[in-house]
């Protein structure tokens, strides 16, 4: 039995992978190139396999353009149902990084939720890929806002970021993920704005209290 399964082995998957090995999950790695899936994985001790392949997770995570995830979704089809599916896409024009590429009134996350019997879950996509190595920013846990309309994939997903050494915040149903990938445009928009030298790409979202 695996908990976790990632498929794509870019920047998130890697920190993704750093964060449930340190939770001490079993982990599985997909990529379209079984190679770079095989490399990865070997870091982390984990296995590997194309992205063809039905997902042996019981959480898997997108790590995976917008696009690309639903191109994934619907060809898993029903092979996804009864497990938890995590989105952590932004889906902005990356051209401009003024926009998002997904239609006013809903998210990235509703569009994929829509084309899979999984229970989905937005999460992740607050944090930026640097900051998973470790978790932390600053000496202070990552806050990782986790968006979705069933209780058991949002208590599976906040169970994984405890694990990790993060800390969840569940802040609603899936239609957050709205509010989730909005600021999230604002906060990118700030990362490449040179005249906001403060915000980069090492920063990290966290409520204070
Ligand atoms: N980077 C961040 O700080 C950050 C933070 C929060 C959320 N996100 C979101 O996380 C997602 C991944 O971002 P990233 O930074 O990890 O990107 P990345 O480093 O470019 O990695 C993307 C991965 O997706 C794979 N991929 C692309 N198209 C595919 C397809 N059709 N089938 C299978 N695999 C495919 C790529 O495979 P190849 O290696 O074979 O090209 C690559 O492994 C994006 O949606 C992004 O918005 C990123």
């Known amino acids: 039995m695996t908990d976790i399964t990632i498929i794509g082995n ?3 998957a890697r920190g993704l992978a750093a964060r449930a090995a340190a939770a001490g999950k079993s982990v599985q790695i997909l990529g379209r190139d079984i190679n770079k899936a095989a490399e990865l994985a070997k870091e982390f001790n984990a296995t ?25 979704v619907s060809r898993y089809n029903d092979a996804l149902t009864g497990k938890v599916v995590v989105d952590i896409t932004n889906p902005a024009n990356y051209e401009t990084l003024d926009s998002l590429v ?34 932390k920013v600053s000496d202070q846990p990552l806050d990782v ?32 993920a709205r ?10 928009g700030m990362q490449a704005n040179p005249d906001l030298p ?3 790409w090492n920063t ?3 409520i204070l209290s």
């Open 145 to 176: 806002f986790i968006a979705g309309d069933s209780a058991e994939a949002v208590t599976a997903v906040s169970e994984f970021v405890t694990a990790s050494g993060m800390r969840p915040i569940s802040v609603g149903g899936l239609h957050h």
């Open 198 to 200: 403060d915000f980069n």
């Open 102 to 135: 997904v239609a006013p009134g809903t998210s990235a996350a509703e569009e994929i939720a829509a084309l899979t019997g999984a229970d989905v879950v937005k999460a992740f996509n607050t944090t930026f890929s640097s900051t998973m190595a470790a978790g």
């Open 204 to 206: 990290g979202l966290k």
């Open 48 to 72: 590997a396999g194309s992205a063809t392949e039905i997902p042996a997770g019981q959480i898997v995570v997108l790590a995976l353009p917008f696009d690309a995830a639903k191109e994934i």
């Open 179 to 188: 509010e989730l990938e909005g600021f999230m445009l604002l906060v990118m």
């Open 10 to 12: 870019g920047k998130m």
